[in-house]
């Protein structure tokens, strides 16, 4: 006679093979493979979107469902797992990039309609973390900042175009002035929107090149006369502090490089020379630069400086005879960055593009050339970025 299995120790039995490794490692494989099938039909369905919308993307620039599409669009691209989804992307880029350039109108938005079209970008498009917690208090910021603007700011036909780009450059301002500027998150929000830097050399209309390497149209959705106050509006303003004086070895107080006279990347540039040294300085001692920069741009650096005093110049530090990517190589050296610049700088990789966006504007500047509407957007976001890790009290919030 075969001995009965009590019903306790079955069902203890079933319960053990239920929660078995093997068990739940084939429901996992299950529920991966049902989330991959869902995807890509969600992937094609929008695809389908997409094209559809490229053919009445006029229409669309001007309706609430912008906001919808382009927030979807910009999460699929983030995923980056079909080359299809890229593809639309492109497409879609040079779609919004050419209702950007001959923008009709500029106007000042009826109150009723901008609050109704920024809460429908406020809903889709999150604030960076830490800045904003309540999205009524996200929307209700965006719908502040633009309602003060007093010129006027947004494309006539293409308002949800102009609200949507504000949204995304308000969210750039917490990225860039945020607690951690150069973390991982923090840098692949800001690759997402700027895409990667284009030299002046590549081509001459810098804002289609930025476009094509990855700018969000978006950002330069707006007439361009009104770019700067939408920059400002956005929270991109600078109240520039007193800068230590950089006085000649003379000690000659008349002699000075006063970096109010070249504005922001002047500061920027000159804040980031006191602070590489005074670090370095402080790590290294009195010797800092034969211990901490290459012996090639050391050589550079000297003869300048006997330039100067063959031509009858006040000398100044060696620091101040640097080119600016200069300062970006003396970072990112193994030992200066493991000794003092990570804690400041988190990636390496983010705060070397960073400089890499802010070279080509620097050379602009000191050839008197215009810049373009990307490299404004450039200048204000890196510059808040690299001041905010390095301390520098220059940015309003």
């Given at each position: 006679?075969?001995?009965?299995?009590?019903?306790?120790?079955?069902?203890?039995?079933?319960?053990?093979?239920?929660?078995?490794?093997?068990?739940?490692?084939?429901?996992?494989?299950?529920?991966?493979?049902?989330?991959?099938?869902?995807?890509?039909?969600?992937?094609?369905?929008?695809?389908?979107?997409?094209?559809?919308?490229?053919?009445?993307?006029?229409?669309?620039?001007?309706?609430?469902?912008?906001?919808?599409?382009?927030?979807?669009?910009?999460?699929?691209?983030?995923?980056?797992?079909?080359?299809?989804?890229?593809?639309?992307?492109?497409?879609?880029?040079?779609?919004?990039?050419?209702?950007?350039?001959?923008?009709?109108?500029?106007?000042?938005?009826?109150?009723?309609?901008?609050?109704?079209?920024?809460?429908?970008?406020?809903?889709?498009?999150?604030?960076?973390?830490?800045?904003?917690?309540?999205?009524?208090?996200?929307?209700?910021?965006?719908?502040?900042?633009?309602?003060?603007?007093?010129?006027?700011?947004?494309?006539?036909?293409?308002?949800?175009?102009?609200?949507?780009?504000?949204?995304?450059?308000?969210?750039?301002?917490?990225?860039?002035?945020?607690?951690?500027?150069?973390?991982?998150?923090?840098?692949?929000?800001?690759?997402?929107?700027?895409?990667?830097?284009?030299?002046?050399?590549?081509?001459?209309?810098?804002?289609?090149?930025?476009?094509?390497?990855?700018?969000?149209?978006?950002?330069?959705?707006?007439?361009?006369?009104?770019?700067?106050?939408?920059?400002?509006?956005?929270?991109?303003?600078?109240?520039?502090?007193?800068?230590?004086?950089?006085?000649?070895?003379?000690?000659?107080?008349?002699?000075?490089?006063?970096?109010?006279?070249?504005?922001?990347?002047?500061?920027?540039?000159?804040?980031?020379?006191?602070?590489?040294?005074?670090?370095?300085?402080?790590?290294?001692?009195e010797n800092w630069i034969d211990e901490c920069v290459p012996g090639d741009m050391r050589k550079r650096w000297r003869e300048r400086r006997e330039k100067d005093c063959d031509d009858r110049r006040d000398p100044f530090d060696l620091i101040y005879y640097s080119d600016f990517m200069d300062l970006a190589h003396i970072v990112i050296i193994?030992?200066?960055?493991?000794?003092?610049?990570?804690?400041?700088?988190?990636?390496?990789?983010?705060?070397?593009?960073?400089?890499?966006?802010?070279?080509?504007?620097?050379?602009?500047?000191?050839?008197?050339?215009?810049?373009?509407?990307?490299?404004?957007?450039?200048?204000?976001?890196?510059?808040?970025?690299?001041?905010?890790?390095?301390?520098?009290?220059?940015?309003?919030?």
């Amino acid at each position: 006679m075969v001995k009965k299995t009590p019903d306790s120790v079955l069902f203890r039995d079933l319960v053990a093979l239920h929660e078995s490794p093997a068990i739940k490692q084939i429901g996992e494989l299950q529920k991966s493979q049902f989330a991959m099938i869902t995807r890509a039909n969600e992937m094609r369905n929008f695809l389908s979107q997409i094209n559809k919308a490229a053919k009445s993307i006029n229409l669309l620039a001007n309706s609430q469902q912008w906001a919808d599409v382009s927030e979807k669009l910009s999460a699929y691209s983030r995923a980056g797992v079909d080359p299809a989804i890229l593809n639309a992307t492109r497409r879609w880029n040079k779609e919004v990039r050419l209702l950007t350039q001959f923008p009709r109108n500029a106007i000042l938005p009826d109150a009723k309609l901008l609050a109704e079209f920024t809460e429908r970008a406020a809903l889709n498009i999150s604030p960076f973390k830490g800045h904003i917690e309540r999205i009524e208090n996200w929307h209700a910021s965006l719908n502040a900042r633009m309602s003060a603007m007093r010129e006027p700011w947004a494309i006539s036909d293409k308002l949800a175009l102009s609200v949507v780009g504000f949204t995304r450059i308000a969210r750039l301002h917490h990225v860039a002035a945020g607690a951690t500027p150069f973390s991982e998150e923090a840098g692949e929000i800001i690759d997402e929107d700027l895409g990667t830097p284009v030299p002046f050399e590549v081509c001459s209309d810098r804002d289609d090149a930025s476009v094509e390497a990855g700018l969000n149209p978006e950002l330069i959705a707006f007439p361009n006369e009104a770019y700067s106050a939408v920059l400002a509006s956005a929270g991109f303003d600078f109240e520039l502090t007193v800068l230590e004086p950089i006085t000649p070895e003379s000690g000659d107080s008349t002699v000075q490089l006063d970096p109010v006279y070249n504005l922001v990347l002047t500061y920027v540039e000159n804040t980031l020379r006191q602070f590489i040294e005074r670090n370095l300085r402080r790590f290294f001692g009195e010797n800092w630069i034969d211990e901490c920069v290459p012996g090639d741009m050391r050589k550079r650096w000297r003869e300048r400086r006997e330039k100067d005093c063959d031509d009858r110049r006040d000398p100044f530090d060696l620091i101040y005879y640097s080119d600016f990517m200069d300062l970006a190589h003396i970072v990112i050296i193994k030992a200066n960055w493991n000794t003092v610049f990570q804690q400041h700088f988190s990636s390496k990789k983010h705060f070397e593009v960073s400089m890499e966006r802010l070279h080509p504007i620097r050379k602009a500047l000191s050839h008197s050339r215009p810049l373009a509407m990307v490299d404004r957007l450039y200048l204000r976001a890196e510059a808040t970025r690299l001041l905010n890790a390095i301390g520098a009290n220059a940015i309003l919030t």
